[in-house]
T-cell receptor, first 109, second 114 residues
Framework: GQSLEQPSEVTAVEGAIVQINCTYQTSGFYGLSWYQQHDGGAPTFLSY????GLEETGRFSSFLSRSDSYGYLLLQELQMKDSASYFCAVDTGRRALTFGSGTRLQVQP | NAGVTQTPKFRVLKTGQSMTLLCAQDMNHEYMYWYRQDPGMGLRLIHYSVGEGTTAKGEVPDGYNVSRLKKQNFLLGLESAAPSQTSVYFCASSPQTSGSYEQYFGPGTRLTVT
């Protein structure tokens, strides 16, 4: 079977750093993606890790350890607009994604 | 570019009725996908296509059919709607290009089956 585990909720204050972890167990693995979704909106792409290590894109970074079936999303210098749900998703081939249940991030002033 | 568009945006069906959801993309992407998202949950893959004339089953394909007659369009059909199919349906597309991993999502279709 396929399963992805991530925390259901995280709360942090503006300017802080938050890490959202994701562990996965899937029958196929080509890479780990992260998506952001605001309430009522569509998911938007944040990052993709195919290889072990850290990928940095502005305030957001994503890490992957294939041997540990583990990854995380790191958000720095949090802003109010970062309040959203964040999903990890495993690419099981042909970019077909299996999503986790999502982590709701609430940024407080 | 409009990106990925979905028609309709909202729909209410009665149990047993049929309908087709249309997804269109103008980015010349090879890969297209249909997902459903239930409240407070992640997205689940229904069907996908890796090119014109091809389709494949995803995680939750039962009760749905798809067709990709043209590269830019991907249709999702519900032959006999059930209340369990009440959900938000998202279409997405992705290029086949190596190194391009982003999926581009449409705005979603909110379907209620009574």
């Amino acid at each position: 079977g396929q399963s992805l585990e991530q925390p259901s909720e995280v709360t942090a204050v503006e300017g802080a750093i938050v890490q959202i972890n994701c562990t996965y167990q899937t029958s196929g693995f080509y890479g780990l993606s992260w998506y952001q979704q605001h309430d009522g909106g569509a998911p938007t792409f944040l990052s993709y890790n195919a290889l072990d290590g850290l990928e940095e894109t502005g305030r957001f970074s994503s890490f992957l350890s294939r041997s540990d079936s583990y990854g995380y999303l790191l958000l720095q210098e949090l802003q109010m607009k970062d309040s959203a749900s964040y999903f990890c998703a495993v690419d099981t081939g042909r970019r077909a994604l299996t999503f986790g249940s999502g982590t709701r991030l609430q940024v407080q002033p | 570019n409009a990106g990925v568009t979905q028609t309709p945006k909202f729909r209410v069906l009665k149990t047993g009725q049929s309908m087709t959801l249309l997804c269109a993309q103008d980015m010349n992407h090879e890969y297209m996908y249909w997902y459903r998202q239930d409240p407070g949950m992640g997205l689940r893959l229904i069907h996908y296509s890796v090119g014109e004339g091809t389709t494949a089953k995803g995680e939750v394909p039962d009760g749905y059919n798809v067709s990709r007659l043209k590269k830019q369009n991907f249709l999702l059909g519900l032959e006999s709607a059930a209340p369990s199919q009440t959900s938000v349906y998202f279409c997405a597309s992705s290029p086949q290009t190596s190194g391009s991993y982003e999926q581009y999502f449409g705005p979603g279709t909110r379907l209620t089956v009574t």
